[in-house]
């Protein structure tokens, strides 16, 4: 992998600083690089600004400065694309952006030496249908959501799995998380973390549910879900990853299942999942 893309969180005063080190490593070494377009402005750069589609085009691989919704972001571009992410954390835990700034030199010189992993990561792939017509449909690499408003009452949700009904529940929603994704909102609601580098799975966490007996399910990325939400009348959310918001009303019908497209996510091999995860909780 000879020419990186560099894609920085333009918020964060520190993504700046490690962009700087970045640059300053690839300049040492006369290695070509590209940045976005829009941060390549504020870095001074404007000689090798590129947009997403340059960026797909030229690079062979793309780092991520920022936090893990940074990552979720930049992400979308580059789904089903093969081309690798390394995420550089400059946020609070950093799951997706694993490496810390302190290792930026170490990692660029891993990866300069063909000393890294490439994972595949699962999506997952929904539609939304309203009286039979698909209205939209997303990737998510974390998860998708279902929320009710804050000032509406607990929604009723019908789940099914494979065309049978396994659950009708009420409560404030439903998760339905990756493995990537079960260390993020599902696991602040009490799903369970499952390993991305190992396991391929659908993971369904339920949000502050009435039925008390009710609790999480991981099911095989090869089976369906279906799920319908009856509300209040009050407004009712599904999103995915956090950032493509659909309002859902009663009557439609959401199906979800894991995605025909991957992500390419670096890893460096002194890292492993649990490493991270002790790292993250801390737990050392």
Known sequence: M??????VNLDKKEAFTVAERAIEWFEERNKEFLIEEHAAL???QKNREADYERIKNEADYIIIIGGD???LHTSHHFIGSDLP???INVGHLGFLTDVETNELTKALEMIDNNNYNIEKRMMLQTEHYREEEKINSSYALNDY?????????????ELYINKE??????????????????????????GPIINPRQIQAILITPICPHNLHLRPMVISDQEEIRIKV?????????CADGRQKNEIIPGDEIYISGADKELSIIK???RTFYTIVKEKMNLA
């Open 69 to 71: 919704g940074t990552f």
């Open 268 to 270: 460096l091999p002194d």
């Open 85 to 87: 992410l390394l995420g």
């Open 145 to 157: 959501v279902i929320n009710r408003d804050p000032d509406s009452q607990m929604l009723k949700i």
């Open 2 to 7: 000879d020419k990186a893309a560099l894609i």
């Open 230 to 238: 009856d509300s209040d009348g009050r407004s009712v959310k599904g």
């Open 165 to 190: 009904l396994v659950n009708n529940f009420r409560g404030d929603g439903l998760i339905i998380a990756t493995p990537t994704g079960s260390t993020a909102y599902s696991l602040s609601a009490g």
């Open 42 to 44: 504020q870095l001074s």
